[in-house]
């Protein structure tokens, strides 16, 4: 009924004195067959938003211009018992149509015109950290955290996305000085199977999971292919505040490191795979104790591959492994995972769990992505267990645990972690 319902609904449709001073926006220009304004008219029809002739049929399959569609929409604005996704999807339409609406003598501010391409979402998360190691005192974390996530619609390719961060240290009731940090913002452009980054944007090893990398650089990146996906890019990424404590301690002189990298990922069916290749510079790793034996060098070449099955809806097993060509000591990592199922924010009651070993020397593992793997000890090798659970619409809860070993001193290590999150 898409195209079906808005060919002839001029004559049906009443709306006041209509201006006939047109602006900008040529109002008789046909709406395209593929805009998805006709799919919005056709659920606000549905939903009885909008009539039709008298037997509740529409006549005709020709596109109609935006003329006649902003009268569709004026006529749906002035009802007032309607639903809130409705009323969310007839704003939208108001601000698609907004001069041809003003046009008509329907009046739609530039905030409402604008209301649907700035969108804001969030997170409340309380997370508890308790690290335990053998002949050490236990480092205890508590921690609450707010984040503000913005986007931004430039145009049909382009967007602008961001997140801000608020931090408060519950054991002491101190925050982050009352500073939001602004973790990320990044121009996204998409053309097809095409994408380009550009700004500070995440860092993420796709190819192994996060193994190597989970934090943020600044620089560019682009992204293309179908089934077989390539990723480029260069920038540069901070020692001194993200990396782990090992390498944070001796960058101080020189706190970014030049980067690039490359990566491939396949995986149109139940297997994936994927390789990657990063490079960082900085004088920083001439430094670091352990790193090498003999020459000092200030690189890390670290190479990663990945794979993983997905048996069914509910099972999938991934491992990876990662080296850092460059490092003599503590070089290698690798991860081997099983889950089955994960919670699902949207749907309440939905949960999951995983059983995993991870061997994490501290010389390629620069920031991974575990939450049991913390800066201060990430030398470390163990196994790891963790479920995840929403009891509510839009509520996250997960409790992990690792049991393991420090590489350097064989003592014990154990790190329990729960979070529960809020999203809005």
């Given at each position: ?36 304004a006709y ?12 009539e ?25 604005m002035a009802?007032?018992d ?8 007839i704003?939208?339409?108001a ?50 955290q ?59 090893s ?6 190597v ?10 992204n293309?292919?179908?089934d077989?996906?390539?990723t ?5 990424w ?24 490359a ?6 069916n ?45 099972w999938n ?6 080296q ?9 990592a ?17 949960w ?22 913390h ?11 963790g479920?995840?659970?929403a009891?509510?619409?839009n ?9 393991g070993?420090d ?18």
């Amino acid at each position: 009924m898409k195209k079906t319902l808005v060919s002839a609904l001029t004559t049906a449709l009443v709306v006041g004195a209509a201006s006939t001073t047109f602006a900008a926006a040529n109002p008789f220009s046909d709406v395209p067959a593929d805009h998805w304004a006709y799919d919005a008219v056709s659920q606000l029809a549905a939903d009885g938003v909008i009539e039709g002739y008298g037997d509740t049929t529409f006549r005709g399959n020709q596109n109609i211009t935006r003329y006649e569609m902003a009268q569709m929409i004026a006529k749906a604005m002035a009802k007032s018992d309607v639903s809130a996704a409705d009323k969310a999807l007839i704003d939208k339409l108001a601000a698609e149509f907004s001069d041809e609406l003003n046009n008509l003598g329907v009046r739609v501010s530039n905030l409402e015109r604008n209301a649907d391409k700035v969108k804001w979402t969030g997170e409340a998360r309380y997370t508890y950290t308790s690290a335990r190691h053998e002949d050490e005192k236990n480092d205890n974390t508590d921690k609450l955290q707010f984040r503000l996530y913005p986007t931004a619609e430039v145009n049909n390719n382009w967007h602008v996305n961001a997140r801000l961060t608020a931090n408060t240290d519950l054991s002491s009731d101190k925050g982050d000085d009352g500073n939001v940090k602004l973790t990320y913002v990044y121009a996204d452009g998409q053309y097809g199977n095409f994408n380009v980054k550009l700004g500070k944007m995440p860092l993420y090893s796709v190819a192994d999971d996060g193994l190597v990398l989970d934090d943020f650089f600044s620089g560019a990146q682009v992204n293309f292919g179908k089934d077989l996906k390539a990723t480029l890019e260069a920038g540069r990424w901070n020692l001194a505040n993200d990396a782990n404590d090992h390498i944070a301690a001796v960058a101080t002189n020189d706190d970014a490191a030049n980067y690039q990298g490359a990566e491939l990922n396949y995986g149109p069916n139940k297997l994936r795979l994927g390789a990657a290749y990063r490079h960082f510079n900085s004088d920083a790793f001439t430094k670091v104790a352990n790193y090498r034996n003999g020459a000092a060098s200030d690189d890390a070449n670290i190479w990663s591959v990945g794979a993983g099955y997905k048996f069914d809806h509910n099972w999938n097993l991934f491992g990876a492994f990662a080296q850092n060509t460059e490092a003599d000591n503590y070089d290698t990592a690798h991860n081997i995972q099983l889950s089955y199922k994960g919670a699902d924010i949207a749907n309440k009651g939905t949960w999951g769990a995983y059983a995993a070993y991870r061997y994490l020397g501290q010389n390629v593992v620069l920031m991974p992505t575990y939450d049991t793997a913390h800066t201060k000890h990430l030398n470390e090798k163990g196994w790891e267990v963790g479920a995840t659970y929403a009891p509510f619409t839009n509520v996250y809860t997960a409790v992990e645990y690792f049991d393991g070993k420090d590489l350097a001193t064989d003592r014990d290590a154990k790190t329990l972690f729960g979070r529960v999150s809020f999203f809005f």
